[in-house]
T-cell receptor, first 109, second 115 residues
Framework: KNEVEQSPQNLTAQEGEFITINCSYS?????LHWLQQHPGGGIVSLFMLSSGKKKHGRLIATINIQEKHSSLHITASHPRDSAVYIC???????????FGKGTHLIIQP | DTEVTQTPKHLVMGMTNKKSLKCEQHMGHRAMYWYKQKAKKPPELMFV???????INESVPSRFSPECPNSSLLNLHLHALQPEDSALYLC??????????????FGEGSWLTVV
């Protein structure tokens, strides 16, 4: 079993839909990142969470430390949101991120 | 400046060539990382430098040789690579200090093709 599990692996939705991507982890962490990767390759950290909830524009990220679960929500989705979204954790005492397998999101006009 | 700059963006090399990938950041970050990413897979950690010293080598073959000349630069020297080494190579940096230690910044990556 992977230490970081994401669902769904693939998601296709219509423009304007509310999107939710889930992440569960089985290890102790010091922080969790939601990352976005476009086909060009570069990765951007959208959020870093150690507790609670963060909002940036149309994106919202939540984390429940007790349940070892995090969600990324996109409101009013747009085709430019099409990308791979990756959940990654900093494990306590270790270096380097541990990644989920990613969610490939396509938003159709 | 919150950028991690990687060069070259694309590299095609033969199996007998010697080449290098370069990574640079000027954010004063003390930890720098090399990741390898194959198509439709998450990144895999290769090396970690902490305070310019190699702290993690994830059992990477010796045909990959990292170097950290100073706190802003990270190189990955490539020699006698195999076609299966073709991948996107990502550099990242992180402060790893008490106040903002868990933030991380990635470069755009270097697309490597071994022929």
């Amino acid at each position: 079993k992977n230490e970081v599990e994401q669902s769904p692996q693939n998601l296709t939705a219509q423009e304007g839909e509310f999107i939710t991507i889930n992440c569960s982890y089985s290890v102790g962490i010091s922080a969790l990142h939601w990352l976005q990767q476009h086909p060009g390759g570069g990765i951007v950290s959208l959020f870093m969470l150690s507790s609670g909830k963060k909002k940036h524009g149309r994106l919202i990220a939540t984390i429940n430390i007790q349940e070892k679960h995090s969600s990324l929500h996109i409101t009013a989705s747009h085709p430019r949101d099409s990308a791979v979204y990756i959940c990654a954790v900093w494990r306590g005492g270790a270096d380097g991120l541990t990644f989920g397998k990613g969610t490939h999101l396509i938003i159709q006009p | 400046d919150t950028e991690v700059t990687q060069t070259p963006k694309h590299l095609v090399m033969g199996m007998t060539n010697k080449k290098s990938l370069k990574c640079e950041q000027h954010m004063g970050h003390r930890a720098m990382y090399w990741y390898k990413q194959k198509a439709k897979k998450p990144p895999e950690l290769m090396f970690v430098y902490s305070y310019e010293k190699l702290s993690i080598n994830e059992s990477v073959p010796s045909r990959f040789s990292p170097e950290c000349p100073n706190s802003s630069l990270l190189n990955l020297h490539l020699h006698a690579l195999q076609p299966e080494d073709s991948a996107l190579y990502l550099c990242a940096s992180s402060p790893r200090d008490r106040s903002s230690g868990n933030t991380i910044y990635f470069g755009e990556g270097s697309w490597l093709t071994v022929v």
